[in-house]
T-cell receptor, first 114, second 112 residues
Framework: AQTVTQSQPEMSVQEAETVTLSCTYDTSESDYYLFWYKQPPSRQMILVIR??????QNATENRFSVNFQKAAKSFSLKISDSQLGDAAMYFC???????????FGGGTRLMVKP | DGGITQSPKYLFRKEGQNVTLSCEQNLNHDAMYWYRQDPGQGLRLIYY???????QKGDIAEGYSVSREKKESFPLTVTSAQKNPTAFYLC???????????FGPGTRLTVT
């Protein structure tokens, strides 16, 4: 079974600074998808970024980028120029290539200091 | 305005009562999912359905039941057999862009 681990329960960053959230996963599959979701206080789950395992290039979405290390089974999220609105829970998630179900990590609470 | 709706936002029940949580989507998605979230934790899959009239158990299906009579609806019943029903419940769906799940706003269920 796949597992996803987020080893940082809480992180804090100064506004305008950069922060990196860690995620590791365990799988025997060679093709899969990885995701980062944001859950603000409203509790709505918002897709931040996704990565296909067969792509070597790291995904980027504006201020959000990932560092995908397939051999190490590591998938970290970097948030640049942090904003107050980035404060939220962040969840890393895994999905098999041929399948729909997501396996989530336990989450990291990000606090942004003004 | 397309999306997933879950109602109500907050739900209160007495212990021993069954309660049904609503999930409706107008995205024309085939697959739908129910997740449970406990405080400070990630999401765990309860049930999922890939097509009308078919559904499968997820990781924590005990004490829950679902139906999928219509493509747009996937209600979840929390039965009295569920030992710790108080939680936040999220519904999601997936369409042709199958590498992305869309989430509803969630229902907070409190059982006393």
């Amino acid at each position: 079974a796949q597992t996803v681990t987020q080893s940082q329960p809480e992180m804090s960053v100064q506004e305008a600074e950069t922060v990196t959230l860690s995620c590791t996963y365990d799988t025997s599959e060679s093709d899969y998808y990885l995701f980062w979701y944001k859950q603000p206080p409203s509790r709505q789950m918002i897709l931040v970024i996704r990565q296909e395992a067969y792509k070597q290039q790291n995904a980027t979405e504006n201020r959000f980028s990932v560092n995908f290390q397939k051999a190490a089974k590591s998938f970290s999220l970097k948030i640049s120029d942090s904003q107050l609105g980035d404060a939220a829970m962040y969840f890393c998630a895994y999905r098999k290539y041929a399948g729909n179900m997501l396996t989530f990590g336990g989450g990291t609470r990000l606090m942004v200091k003004p | 305005d397309g999306g997933i709706t879950q109602s109500p936002k907050y739900l209160f029940r007495k212990e021993g009562q069954n309660v049904t949580l609503s999930c409706e989507q107008n995205l024309n998605h085939d697959a739908m999912y129910w997740y449970r979230q406990d405080p400070g934790q990630g999401l765990r899959l309860i049930y999922y359905s890939q097509i009308v009239n078919d559904f499968q158990k997820g990781d924590i299906a005990e004490g829950y039941s679902v139906s999928r009579e219509k493509k747009e609806s996937f209600p979840l019943t929390v039965t009295s057999a569920q030992k710790n029903p108080t939680a936040f419940y999220l519904c999601a769906s997936t369409g042709t862009e199958t590498n992305r799940q869309y989430f509803g706003p969630g229902t907070r269920l409190t059982v006393t």
